[in-house]
């Protein structure tokens, strides 16, 4: 009995992947065939992330973060392929993490701006508070839920950004045509 406790404290933290993150396709994030964010974006700054310890707890690293952004844009057909008409910066700013629970909610915020490259003109900025739970079901090791958490939040955040993205732009379509800045 003492060993079947001891075993999730045993476990080691491992951090987010990119996979888990990366938000698929849905009705509130599709763009039209003729939108100005078609293959538009070219990535920036994109960080804030920590490394994982193993020893410690569950985090989202730069590479994971800008990965998962990355592949959400190229899922979405708004990833430029060359060049780009906007440059995207994101900063994960914090990951509020449980100390213990059952369930584990994390809660994530996440600074974004989208700047016209001819311009420098920003057209869309906004920061982002999404939070994710990862029920006990989800994982018996706390370490395995943290991460299911932390990988969960960061994805509905990026679902979030795309989101609103898609509905700046059915709400204002010249400033991503032209590039104008927000007003």
């Known amino acids: ?3 079947a406790l001891a075993l ?3 476990a080691c933290a491992s951090g987010a992947t990119p996979g888990a993150m990366t938000v698929p396709l849905s009705p509130d994030t599709i763009i039209a065939e ?3 964010l078609r293959q538009a974006i070219a990535t920036g700054t994109l960080g804030g992330g920590q490394e994982t310890n193993p020893m410690w707890t569950s985090q989202v690293s730069n590479e994971a973060f800008a990965t998962a952004l990355r592949q959400s844009l190229g899922t979405h057909a708004m990833l430029a ?4 008409r906007f440059r995207l910066d994101a900063t994960l700013g914090t990951l509020r ?5 059952a369930s584990l909610e994390v809660t994530s915020t996440v600074a974004y701006r989208l700047t016209a490259v001819a311009s420098g003109a920003v057209v869309f900025e906004r920061t982002i508070e999404a939070a994710y739970t990862a029920p006990f079901s989800a994982a018996f090791a706390a370490v395995e839920r943290l991460r299911l958490a932390n990988e969960g939040s960061v994805r509905e955040n990026i679902r979030q950004f795309l989101a609103a993205l898609v509905a700046e732009e059915a709400r204002n379509p010249q400033a991503f045509r032209a590039g104008t800045p927000i007003s």
Do not use: C, D
């Open 97 to 101: 993490q449980p100390l213990m629970g």
């Open 1 to 3: 009995m003492v060993l």
């Open 34 to 36: 003729g939108s100005g």
């Open 8 to 10: 999730p404290l045993a």
């Open 81 to 84: 392929i060359q060049g780009g």
